[in-house]
């Protein structure tokens, strides 16, 4: 069964030979799912149905959708779109886990649909939708406890909850059913971060939102190193020319 590693890797040989268009290369299995991805979530906006063989079936495919179908709704402008391939990405994974409930990486993917779905909600349904992100993350971890995507996923959980204002983390709490928003601390999305980075040194996400967290807590030397070590990773992931971009203009504005 292939992992998340392997597959950013695999994704990485592709974009290299993609670089390189004097050569000869069969058009690589993520990109086919990342037009799968596309194409089934412009059919459902226009209320149009995809063909039947353009979606993925088996585990590894359906969580290999998913992941694709968030990366390509990370930086989409249209709204609409966006909206379009995170649904999409969400159902993917759901399909996954039902298959085999029982891998990490379905468990993963659905947390990180579901967390940068989240992103464009209000705030009840935004703390409905924190508490599933952290339940399959957490799931993940259970399942494997060294997975570098889902450690990932969990800093950034803590980050996030921790940048709310005292007032919106007391009703989250209070009103909204978030209890597990008191849990969140810079402590642990520190570790949890610091873990993916130690785990995975080379992806350049990892290493940008661990520096991100440095700079909020005060820790501006450790910040910089992060930033800088961000920069110098290999290209691996489809959107690391943009994590490069954001990780170089917060450095120069880090003082």
């Known amino acids: 069964m292939p992992t998340y590693t392997d597959f950013r890797s695999a994704a990485r040989d592709a974009l290299t030979r993609i670089a390189?268009?004097?050569?000869?290369?069969?058009?690589?299995?993520?990109?086919?799912?990342?037009c799968a991805a596309m194409c089934t979530a412009a059919g459902r906006t226009a209320g149009a149905q995809p063909a039947p063989s353009a979606e993925p079936r088996s585990y590894a495919a359906l969580w290999q959708a998913a992941m694709v179908a968030v990366d390509a709704g990370e930086f989409e402008r249209n709204e609409a779109k966006r909206k379009a391939l995170y649904a999409s990405a969400t159902d993917y994974a759901k399909q996954a886990i039902a298959l085999n409930p029982g891998d990490a990486e379905g468990h993963f993917h659905l947390s990180r649909a579901l967390g940068r779905t989240a992103l464009a909600l209000g705030p009840r349904e935004?703390?409905?939708?924190?508490?599933?992100?952290?339940?399959?993350?957490?799931?993940?971890?259970?399942?494997?406890?060294?997975h570098p995507g889902a450690l990932h996923v969990m800093g950034v959980w803590h980050t996030q909850v921790m940048r709310l204002n005292g007032l919106s983390r007391t009703v989250a709490k209070a009103?909204?059913?978030?209890?597990?928003?008191?849990?969140?601390?810079?402590?642990?999305?520190?570790?949890?971060?610091?873990?993916?980075?130690?785990?995975?040194?080379?992806?350049?996400?990892?290493?940008?939102?661990?520096?991100?967290v440095y700079r909020d807590v005060g820790r501006t030397a450790d910040a910089?190193?992060?930033y800088r070590a961000a920069i110098a990773c290999p290209t691996t992931d489809v959107n690391d020319a943009t994590y490069r971009a954001q990780a170089e203009a917060e450095l120069r504005a880090l003082r």
């Open 20 to 34: 390189a268009p004097a050569r000869r290369f069969t058009v690589p299995s993520w990109a086919l799912l990342l």
């Open 126 to 146: 935004r703390v409905t939708y924190g508490i599933a992100v952290r339940e399959h993350a957490l799931e993940a971890l259970r399942l494997a406890p060294r």
């Open 175 to 212: 009103f909204l059913g978030g209890q597990v928003f008191g849990s969140a601390s810079w402590t642990e999305a520190v570790r949890y971060l610091e873990q993916a980075v130690q785990i995975e040194p080379s992806r350049l996400v990892h290493r940008l939102d661990l520096a991100r």
């Open 224 to 226: 910089k190193a992060a």
